[in-house]
């Protein structure tokens, strides 16, 4: 037989064409036409398996192996060629031209498989692919992130809790925070790419393949380091897309904690940073204004990035176990999130990298003496008083300071000394902003000495990482 009676993946069973409306609803090459590589990675190394199961003949390997270049080539030169395809999906896409190309014989390469565990192959490639390209962005950000807190190494900074000044810490120390987060985000990647790194094809429509065809050859062909163990469970799967979302949700929080970090930063009040000209935009009313406004759509974007995450647990909730046409709704979601998160990394970077700290206004806020309370308690605690009592008594020196209404660093030696016999001498001359950063010397404190070795640490990381495939 070499005709057909449509062209229809599914179409010898129905007397009617579907409504056009209908149609058009369930139609996925719009979208899923990203996967077309993948696609057609996939169909090379089915078609040389069918080959080890007698399905195909040599020369009919080679013809499908050489047709499929040929669509290959003509989908990346011909994208008028993809947009008036009247294909139902990406796999319908290459069998139609396949069948073009080749005849009847493209009509084989079908054989023993279904769409079902093609599109969970093709998208957990894709998966793997986005995942190594995060993976670039996020690293080309924490290089940013340390070149800034090198050039930036010993600047104090005001610490805050609850939005209130707290201790003094380094300007560094903060931006290495803010690269530390991301160094997670690194890991979560690696997760998710794990996740993905398991190949379905075997599994058919469900329940196996009939054919006895090679799954780890398949596997291996396609650079996947496992094949799925339950053919029921690789259909019904998408934790690995779930794994990635989550992955790109907490690179879009952290950069979103980040920009929050920098419009406070921008704004009058703080002053601490000049905006790059570059990742700014003005008023078209007020002449003055210079908005950052890269950061404000940074923190914006987010809400984009998590509500995929549950976009996707809400269609996987209540599914029955095996592949459901819901399923078709895992891809759209990703790519645009996909697509975000890596234009959001590089406009982060790019910010990050031109932006100008002001030592000036940073000094000036870090030496706020009141930064220094918990360090006049320390004082008294290396004099042997129970911290609970030392905290009592730097709270009565900054109450009697107050009644005087004068900054407490100006009460008299008398007046100290009515608080408590132990402030002695030494005591005000102890106390300094860069005493008290330098005192936290312990491993991931904001000691100059400390934050160098963190740099030291992560530069080394980042070394291994680039190494890595
Ligand atoms: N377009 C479908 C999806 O994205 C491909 C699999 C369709 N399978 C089926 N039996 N209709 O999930």
Redesign the pocket.
């Known amino acids: 037989m070499t005709e057909r009676k449509d062209d229809r993946l599914?179409g010898g069973r129905f007397d009617k064409a579907p409504d056009a409306l209908f149609d058009a609803f369930q139609n996925?090459f719009a979208f899923?036409c990203r996967l077309l590589p993948y696609e057609i990675a996939v169909d090379r190394a089915w078609a040389k398996a069918l080959q080890g199961v007698h399905i195909l003949t040599e020369s009919e390997v080679r013809q499908t192996l050489a047709a499929l270049d040929k669509i290959a080539e003509r989908s990346e030169a011909d994208p008028v060629w993809l947009a008036s395809s009247s294909a139902?999906?990406?796999?319908h896409f290459v069998e139609k031209a396949l069948v073009e190309e080749l005849g009847p014989v493209g009509w084989k390469l079908h054989t023993g498989r279904?769409?079902?565990e093609?599109?969970a192959t093709d998208f957990r490639l894709f998966v793997i692919d986005a995942a190594a390209e995060i993976r670039a962005g996020l690293i080309a950000l924490i290089r940013a992130f340390v070149m800034q807190a090198k050039a930036n190494l010993k600047i104090p900074l005001a610490g805050m809790t609850h939005m209130q000044h707290a201790q003094p810490i380094l300007l560094s120390h903060f931006l290495m925070a803010h690269a530390q987060a991301f160094s997670r985000d690194l890991t979560r990647l690696q997760n998710a790419s794990t996740s993905a790194d398991a190949c379905p094809m075997g599994s058919g429509?469900l329940a196996g393949c009939a054919f006895a065809i090679d799954r780890k050859a398949i596997a291996s062909d396609l650079g996947f380091s496992r094949i799925t163990s339950n053919s029921l469970d690789a259909v019904s799967n998408r934790d690995f897309a779930l794994d990635y979302l989550f992955a790109l949700s907490g690179i879009a929080t952290h950069l979103s904690r980040l920009a929050e970090d920098f419009v406070l930063f921008a704004s009058q009040e703080f002053s601490y940073v000049i905006l790059p000209d570059e990742y700014s935009t003005g008023s078209s009313l007020m002449p003055q204004k210079k908005n950052p406004d890269s950061w404000e759509l940074l923190r914006g974007k987010t809400g984009r990035i998590t509500s995929v995450l549950f976009a996707l647990f809400t269609t996987l909730k209540g599914l029955p176990t095996s592949?459901q046409?819901d399923?078709?709704e895992?891809?759209e979601a990703l790519f645009a999130a996909q697509d975000q998160v890596r234009d959001m990394l590089a406009v982060a970077t790019g910010a990050l990298a031109l932006t100008k700290f002001r030592e000036d206004r940073l000094r000036t806020a870090a030496s706020n003496p009141a930064l220094l309370a918990t360090d006049a308690a320390d004082y008294l605690v290396r004099r042997g008083i129970p911290f609970r009592q030392a905290h009592d008594l730097v709270g009565q020196v900054l109450r009697e300071a107050e009644k005087q209404s004068k900054p407490w660093f100006q009460l008299s030696s008398t007046d100290f000394r009515k608080i408590s016999p132990h402030f002695g001498d030494d005591f005000l001359p102890s106390l300094s902003v860069d005493s008290a950063i330098a005192s936290k010397s312990v491993p991931g404190g904001t000691a100059e000495e400390s934050v160098r070795v963190a740099i030291a640490q992560l530069e080394q990381n980042l070394e291994q990482l680039e190494k890595q495939p």
């Not at 139902?88 to 796999?91: A, G, L, P, S």
């Open positions: 599914w996925s899923d139902e999906d990406v796999h279904s769409r079902n093609l599109v429509a592949y046409r399923l078709q895992d891809k």
